[in-house]
């Protein structure tokens, strides 16, 4: 991380050539999506510390979802707290904190006497996942040029499945009683590499000139756009946006305004349907749920090394598909796999527990579930939200997406084992397949293309007098 520190500091003596995008917006991205890692890591590690974890505490069902849904809880607040401070002290200082708040919680975790201990710390790791996931894809947003927003965005969805891959890992090499106290601490690792290279980072030029720091919103951009860029244009273009939208402070009574309901329905709904097609409810059982069906405990974790594996390539894929092909073409072209895989996997519990045949076909269908699941809603979730929101109510109403994220999420981790103990893993997994049948009318219905569209022309076409989508179009 000091590589990148030093290059987010220098790039300014080393201009890009005609048309080339500047190292320092990769360096921003870079850095800040380190946000994502942490977040990845802190929610992942809990699938591989479980399965001992509820040994050493002789913890119940109800007790080990506790144990994975606080650190959602937190992940609420967080959010919640996260827009509104964004927009008073801007997005830097939040993502800088965040990164704190990560190494703070992780020492805590991994110094946890009591499980009282161990869910208050891992409460504070959700105030900081929080934070991470609402103001990371802003920041990246907001800084980031037209022509390449998409695949750095996703960067961050990237990181976040990278995250989970190092949590599987450690999870299968320090797996034994009192393992996971060094799966927690290590991501102080993280926590203090990003803390550190945001130092180095710029302010958000569109936060700078909501501030009126035009001067310095000016400087930024010379830095983080190519030689020749029509600098003066862009800040005209920002400056006569947020006038003609500042009718407030970025308050969340703002929300309420008209124009903003199918922006806010959009982000609200991926938001909710990222959680209610079941990618979570995998990633955070899927050892526990192959442990008890009969897999054993090395074929569970070494399962869960390639779930990571699988959302690393995902995050891949998604990354070029969403400026490639467009966000909307992307969730419709792979979501309807991810249905198929569900209903698959949801069949094979109906089989022979034990048979070969079954056993390939659970661990066969989970992987293409979550290569399909991760390029057509993950890699679109952390993008399509700072994207569609305006500028005067990002704050809040990022907030209030990434609230209806961890707010899903919550509902499926809280409920996920209780599920299937009711109505069995057949019984759970249809359900989340139809749930993936569902987001795909809603994407059919709702979300409009944004690839290579300007933050601002999404803005005018959200504030036009036809329907949004057909506006965007149009534009």
Same mark, same amino acid.
């Given at each position: ?19 080339? %995008? ?39 069902? *109800? ?12 992940? @609420?607040?967080?959010?919640?707290? /996260?827009?509104?401070?964004?927009? &008073?002290?801007? &997005? ?56 390449? &927003? ?6 961050? !969805? ?41 130092? #180095? ?55 309420? !305004? ?14 909710? #349907? ?35 594996? @699988? ?12 400026? +490639?092909?467009?966000? *909307? ?23 022979? /527990? ?12 989970? #992987?293409?579930?979550?290569? #399909? ?18 500028? /005067? ?56 293309? %944004? ?18 989508? +057909? ?5």
């Amino acid at each position: 991380m000091p590589e990148a520190a030093t290059l987010a500091a220098r790039a300014p003596a080393r201009p890009p050539g005609p048309g080339r %995008t500047p190292l320092l917006v990769y360096a921003v991205a870079a850095v800040s999506a380190l946000g994502g890692l942490l977040f990845g890591y802190d929610t992942g590690i809990i699938s591989g510390a479980l399965l001992h974890l509820r040994d050493d505490l002789d913890l119940s069902s *109800r007790e080990q979802e506790t144990v994975v849904s606080v650190i959602l809880l937190g992940a @609420m607040v967080g959010a919640l707290i /996260s827009g509104r401070t964004a927009v &008073r002290h801007g &997005r830097r200082k939040v993502v800088a904190t965040v990164a704190v708040i990560f190494g703070i919680g992780a020492v805590a975790a991994a110094l946890a006497p009591d499980v009282t201990t161990l869910i208050a710390a891992r409460f504070v790791l959700g105030l900081a996942v929080g934070g991470a996931s609402n103001m990371v894809p802003v920041y990246i947003a907001e800084l980031a040029p037209a022509a390449v &927003r998409g695949r750095l965005m996703v960067l961050f !969805q990237l990181m976040v499945a990278i995250g989970q891959l190092i949590a599987y890992l450690c999870g299968w090499a320090l797996s034994g009683s009192g393992g996971w106290r060094v799966m927690f601490a290590l991501a102080v690792i993280p926590a203090v590499a990003l803390a550190v290279g945001m130092a #180095f980072l710029p302010e958000s030029p569109r936060w700078l000139i909501e501030q009126h720091r035009h001067d310095d919103a000016e400087r930024t951009l010379r830095r983080l756009r190519p030689a020749g860029a029509d600098i003066t244009a862009e800040i005209t273009e920002i400056t006569t946006v947020t006038a003609g939208t500042a009718t407030g402070n970025g308050g969340w009574r703002q929300l309420r !305004q008209r124009w903003l309901r199918p922006a806010l329905l959009i982000a609200v709904g991926i938001a909710a #349907f990222s959680q209610l097609t079941g990618i979570n409810a995998i990633v955070y059982y899927a050892p526990t749920i192959l442990d008890d069906a009969g897999f054993g405990n090395s074929v569970a974790l070494l399962t869960g090394i390639g779930i990571g594996a @699988m959302l690393v390539v995902a995050g891949v894929v998604g990354a070029i598909a969403v400026d +490639k092909a467009g966000r *909307r073409r992307t969730m419709l072209w792979f979501l309807p796999g991810s249905a198929l895989a569900m209903a698959v996997l949801a069949l094979a519990f109906t089989a022979d /527990s034990g048979s070969t045949a079954q056993r390939w076909t659970v661990i066969i269908s989970l #992987f293409a579930y979550i290569l #399909f699941n991760g390029v057509g809603m993950q890699a679109v979730l952390w993008l399509i939200g700072p994207e569609i929101l305006p500028l /005067s109510v990002r704050g809040p109403a990022t907030s209030l997406a990434t609230l209806s994220v961890w707010g899903f999420d919550l509902l499926i981790a809280m409920t996920a084992l209780t599920a299937i103990n009711t109505v069995g893993r057949s019984g759970t997994f249809l359900f989340y397949a139809l749930m993936n049948v569902a987001c795909i009318v809603f994407v059919v219905a709702k979300v409009p293309e %944004t690839k290579g569209r300007s933050l601002e022309s999404i803005e005018r076409a959200l504030r036009g007098p036809g329907p949004f989508r +057909k506006a965007l179009d149009e534009e």
